[in-house]
């Protein structure tokens, strides 16, 4: 059993990585909602959704590289931005997920797999 304190030190990092790339996903995506809105508002916008990324997103990797490799904290925000991007399609944009987008999805997931698992 791994103890608590080294299960959090491994959980917060995903956690922030989780929250930053909600804001994210918004920042980058959620003006496609309003595709009437004047594109410097969608700039000015998406910067200020952006901040609260980066507040989170700085933190992520820096608690993060602490138990992970810079790779393998790549990996996992990238499964994590295409999780959070899945669900933001299908629920903000109403757009479905393809089978071929699955399929991409699934690639990625065993890349993460082989990039964090302890082959040792």
Partial sequence: MVPMS????YLWPVLLLVASNIFMTFAWYGHLKFKSAPLITAIMVSWGIAFFEY???????????AVYTAPQLKMIQEA????VFAIFSAF???ESL???DWVAFLLIAVAVFFSVHDWS
Wanted: glycine share 8%; with cysteine.
């Fill in 6 to 9: 080294t299960f959090t030190t």
């Fill in 55 to 65: 507040c989170l997103q700085v933190p992520a990797n820096r608690l993060g590289h």
């Fill in 80 to 83: 994590i931005t295409l999780t």
């Fill in 92 to 94: 903000w944009l109403g």
């Fill in 98 to 100: 393809r089978w071929n």
